[in-house]
């Protein structure tokens, strides 16, 4: 078992925060995201947001460490994924018009349309759906993705409704892939891909890798657009973790096998398997999604 489990999905990511209030009512407002469950653990407080009962981000306040830095290891944008485009399109209008929102631009990847936003802290946010996989290409065994222009108020004229926008917290969302910044694209296969088990889905874009399980177009993906030659992270606000889920404790055994192969250190606490990149970036890889109270467990 070289590679995840074709059902591995991504679970809620967990930012470090300056200022809990504002970031919190940012993805609130922004984002249409729920407050669903907070713990305080010594300093720090934990709060978890999502849709329904799904969790899509864990903030923890910690106002003491300094803030993101553009040019170090971590996030370049957590992708939040919605059902259809008129989901997409009224949570792209909510951010939009919010007042601490900074919109990053939009396109149309042929196998996905996203919007990209930035958050009061500097963390990168894509709101994405995706076309039906009946749509996608392939060119040499990998999938096709490309970057085009995509008019973001035509997208709202067509797609934005009244009715969507008033409701627009009750429909589906949730983590659809993480895109990090690393220090070298290969050190950066060897780990999740060869390691983790996630599988190279697309290579020639220049600086950047992309990987997933069970042919998705992309979970996670890795560039050094910003980052090249960035060593260990420091202690900073932004990326606390990247949460993925697969189905069984199996998969875990598995994974475990394959870090231990490879001589890379690792927790087990018998829900989930906790590692860290060649740059200090925390992955928790645990059986069965990850409800509010696991992320504050």
Same mark, same amino acid.
């Given at each position: 078992?070289?590679?995840?489990?074709?059902?591995t999905?991504?679970?809620?990511?967990?930012?470090?925060?300056?200022?809990?209030?504002?970031?919190?009512?940012?993805?609130?407002?922004?984002?249409?995201?729920?407050?669903?469950?907070?713990?305080?653990?010594?300093?720090?407080?934990?709060?978890?947001?999502?849709?329904?009962?799904?969790?899509?981000?864990?903030?923890?306040?910690?106002?003491?460490? *300094? $803030?993101?830095?553009?040019?170090? #290891? &971590?996030? @370049? /944008?957590?992708?939040?994924?919605?059902?259809?485009?008129? !989901?997409?399109?009224?949570?792209?209008?909510?951010?939009?018009?919010?007042?601490?929102?900074?919109?990053?631009?939009?396109?149309?990847?042929?196998?996905?349309?996203?919007f990209?936003?930035?958050?009061?802290?500097?963390?990168?946010?894509?709101?994405?759906?995706?076309?039906s996989?009946?749509?996608?290409?392939?060119?040499?065994?990998?999938?096709?993705m490309?970057?085009?222009?995509?008019d973001?108020?035509?997208?709202?004229?067509?797609?934005?409704?009244?009715?969507?926008?008033?409701?627009?917290?009750?429909?589906?969302?949730?983590?659809?892939?993480?895109?990090?910044?690393v220090?070298?694209?290969?050190?950066?296969?060897?780990?999740?891909?060869?390691?983790?088990?996630?599988?190279?889905?697309?290579?020639?874009? *220049? $600086?950047?890798?992309?990987?997933? #399980? &069970?042919? @998705? /177009?992309h979970?996670?993906?890795?560039?050094?657009?910003? !980052?090249?030659?960035?060593g260990?992270?420091?202690?900073?606000?932004?990326?606390?973790?990247?949460?993925?889920?697969?189905?069984?404790?199996?998969?875990?055994?598995?994974?475990?096998?394959?870090?231990?192969?490879?001589?890379?250190?690792?927790?087990?606490?018998?829900?989930?398997?906790?590692?860290?990149?060649?740059?200090?970036?925390?992955?928790?890889?645990?059986?069965?999604?990850?409800?509010?109270?696991?992320?504050?467990?």
């Open positions: 078992m070289d590679t995840l489990n074709p059902a999905t991504m679970d809620a990511v967990t930012l470090r925060v300056g200022d809990l209030e504002t970031m919190s009512s940012y993805y609130a407002g922004a984002l249409a995201l729920t407050p669903l469950e907070e713990r305080t653990q010594g300093r720090e407080v934990h709060r978890v947001l999502g849709r329904g009962t799904v969790p899509m981000v864990k903030l923890v306040h910690t106002p003491d460490l *300094p $803030g993101v830095d553009p040019r170090q #290891a &971590g996030l @370049y /944008h957590t992708a939040f994924l919605f059902d259809d485009e008129a !989901s997409l399109a009224a949570t792209v209008y909510r951010a939009a018009q919010n007042p601490t929102s900074r919109f990053a631009g939009s396109s149309d990847h042929f196998v996905s349309e996203a990209y936003f930035t958050d009061p802290e500097g963390n990168g946010i894509e709101l994405y759906r995706d076309r996989r009946s749509q996608w290409k392939y060119d040499d065994g990998e999938i096709f490309t970057t085009q222009y995509l973001p108020r035509a997208y709202l004229q067509q797609h934005l409704t009244q009715e969507t926008l008033d409701a627009a917290a009750q429909h589906a969302g949730r983590v659809g892939h993480v895109h990090l910044q220090g070298d694209v290969a050190a950066a296969r060897t780990f999740y891909v060869d390691a983790l088990g996630f599988e190279s889905t697309a290579t020639g874009v *220049p $600086g950047a890798l992309f990987a997933s #399980a &069970g042919g @998705y /177009h979970h996670i993906a890795m560039n050094t657009w910003h !980052s090249a030659g960035a260990p992270r420091a202690a900073s606000l932004g990326l606390g973790d990247v949460a993925v889920s697969v189905p069984t404790r199996e998969d875990l055994d598995a994974l475990a096998e394959r870090l231990s192969s490879r001589g890379i250190p690792f927790s087990d606490d018998g829900r989930a398997v906790r590692v860290s990149d060649p740059w200090g970036t925390q992955v928790t890889v645990a059986a069965t999604a990850a409800t509010a109270d696991d992320l504050l467990g």
